[in-house]
């Protein structure tokens, strides 16, 4: 599985959030860390922030500093609640669905791909 670049920005601003316990940086200071455009991680920001990851200040001396401690926050839920369509094969669209067994080892294969993912903390990363 391929992680998108939607997930892997939310798991490089976390890991530079992380990185700095207790600090608590600016949109346009990660953007120009990261080298990405600030509107596209705000969206970003805005999607950890509802999925309780990240805490968010408005106005100045504003920012966003992580929610709780980077030792627990998984990046198996990280990656599930930025990929929540993460299929490996639209196996619902294929006319051999009815009698193909592969979906059976794919969702093996994804929880597997969890699992492993779930052992990690955001400390364990940083």
């Known amino acids: 599985m391929q992680l998108s670049r939607h997930t892997d920005l ?3 601003l976390l890991v530079q959030l992380a990185a700095e316990p207790g600090a608590q940086m600016t949109i346009a200071q990660v953007a120009q860390d990261q080298a990405v455009p600030q509107p596209y991680l705000m969206k970003i920001a805005n999607a950890l922030a509802h999925a309780g990851f990240i805490a ?3 106005g100045r001396g504003g920012g966003v500093s992580l929610a ?3 030792a627990e926050i998984r ?3 990280v990656v599930r609640a930025m990929e929540p369509q993460s299929e490996i094969v639209r196996c619902s669209e294929c006319l051999l669905a009815p009698r193909c067994k592969l979906p059976r080892h794919l969702g093996r ?3 597997a791909f969890y699992r492993v993912l779930d052992e990690q903390t955001l400390e364990d990363v940083i």
Do not use: C, E, K, L
Request: positive net charge.
């Open 10 to 12: 939310a798991i490089r």
């Open 56 to 58: 968010t200040t408005r």
């Open 109 to 111: 294969a994804m929880q």
């Open 68 to 70: 709780r401690p980077a």
């Open 75 to 77: 990046i198996g839920d």
